[in-house]
Nanobody
Framework: EVQLVESGGGLVQPGGSLGLSCAAS????????LSWVRQAPGKGLEWVSS????????IYADSVRGRFTISRDNAKNILYLQMNSLKPEDTAVYYC??????????RGQGTQVIVSS
């Protein structure tokens, strides 16, 4: 059974940083591209970033490029998202999801990020 468990969310001031983690189990982790997606209050799912199985290919939405960094540790089966220069519009529930450049894959329960002063 695929399990994805996100952690690391919280309240941060504009301009601050936060790091998210996603612990994965139940599948061959290094064989799969993974993504971070988010859902802001009252809005639909938005794709944020993806990384391929080997970790050598990363892509980002225009809204986060240059501020967010996706990475993975295939030895520990963990996906990461480092978020810097956070803006109020980054406020959302963040999910890790299976698939590359996808919002439809299996995902975890999410972790809340609130950017507010």
């Amino acid at each position: 059974e695929v399990q994805l468990v996100e952690s690391g969310g919280g309240l941060v001031q504009p301009g601050g940083s936060l790091g998210l983690s996603c612990a994965a189990s139940g599948f061959a982790f290094s064989n799969y591209g993974l993504s971070w997606v988010r859902q802001a209050p009252g809005k639909g799912l938005e794709w944020v970033s993806s990384i391929n199985g080997g970790g050598g290919i990363t892509i980002y939405a225009d809204s986060v490029r240059g501020r967010f960094t996706i990475s993975r540790d295939n030895a520990k089966n963990i996906l990461y998202l480092q978020m810097n220069s956070l803006k109020p519009e980054d406020t959302a529930v963040y999910y890790c999801a299976m698939g590359f450049r996808s919002t439809s894959g299996a995902r975890g329960q999410g972790t809340q990020v609130i950017v507010s002063s």
